[in-house]
């Protein structure tokens, strides 16, 4: 099956720097990898998703980059801000497969300092 | 349009009892997704289902826990005489399809069981 690891585990930043979150997946099959925030007892939000037939998609403050060859794609937040702070998770998985459940990094932590 | 809801939002059950939480999806979507997420760790999935069947159960317990998504009414994660270690959050989601673009899964408030 699918396994997704997720660097660093806590990301302490500066506000207004940039915020740069990695993972890696060993499904060389997986085609679909979104982004999801969680705010401390709330539910995960989508906030950017990315399919493997793209290398790169932005969406205002943030970015998201696949290097399929690698396996590995990243989060870019810029210009952060107090609100960015949150557990930040990637995932990844094969849609249409038939087994279509989201395999999802341990999660980071981001602190934006203000 | 609604979001994905669940219910109940916290559930408190003793050892040896049975837990339904219920999972309605966004109106118009037909896939559901159960996860399970345990302090300070993130999601495993569990279960996802279509009306009537279960396409993939691979992340769920063999034994005690069960799912359902009748044709009508919301879906049941159900699990048999709990013990401690199943307190957790319980996130259901949902999708429109499972492709064309329309398999983002949008999460609902989760169910936070705790077993005493």
């Known amino acids: 099956g699918e396994n997704v690891e997720q660097h660093p585990s806590t990301l302490s930043v500066q506000e207004g720097d940039s915020a740069v979150i990695k993972c890696t997946y060993s499904?060389?099959?997986?085609?679909?990898f979104p982004w999801y925030k969680q705010e401390l007892g709330k539910r995960p939000q989508l906030i950017i998703d990315?399919?493997?037939?793209?290398g790169e998609k932005k969406d205002q403050r943030i970015a998201v980059t696949l290097n399929k060859t690698a396996k590995h794609f990243s989060l870019h937040i810029t210009e952060t801000q107090p609100e960015d702070s949150a557990v930040y998770f990637c995932?990844?998985?094969?849609?249409?497969?038939?087994?279509?459940?989201?395999?999802f990094g341990k999660g980071t932590h981001l602190i934006i300092q203000p | 349009n609604a979001g994905v809801m669940q219910n109940p939002r916290h559930l408190v059950r003793r050892r040896g009892q049975e837990a339904r939480l219920r999972c309605s999806p966004m109106?118009?979507?037909?896939?559901v997704y159960w996860y399970r997420q345990l302090p300070e760790e993130g999601l495993k999935f569990m279960v996802y289902?279509?009306?009537?069947?279960?396409?993939?159960e691979s992340g769920m317990p063999k034994e005690r826990f069960s799912a359902e998504f009748p044709k009508e009414g919301p879906s049941i994660l159900r699990i048999q005489q709990v013990v401690r270690g199943d307190s957790a959050a319980y996130f259901c989601?949902?999708?429109?399809?499972?492709?064309?673009?329309?398999?983002?899964?949008?999460f609902g408030p989760g169910t936070r069981l705790l077993v005493l």
């Open positions: 990315i399919r493997s037939n793209v």
């Open positions: 995932a990844a998985t094969l849609v249409g497969g038939g087994a279509d459940g989201l395999t």
């Open positions: 289902l279509q009306k009537e069947n279960i396409i993939d």
């Open positions: 109106k118009g979507h037909s896939h």
């Open positions: 989601a949902s999708s429109s399809s499972n492709s064309g673009g329309k398999e983002t899964q949008y």
């Open positions: 499904d060389s099959a997986s085609n679909y």
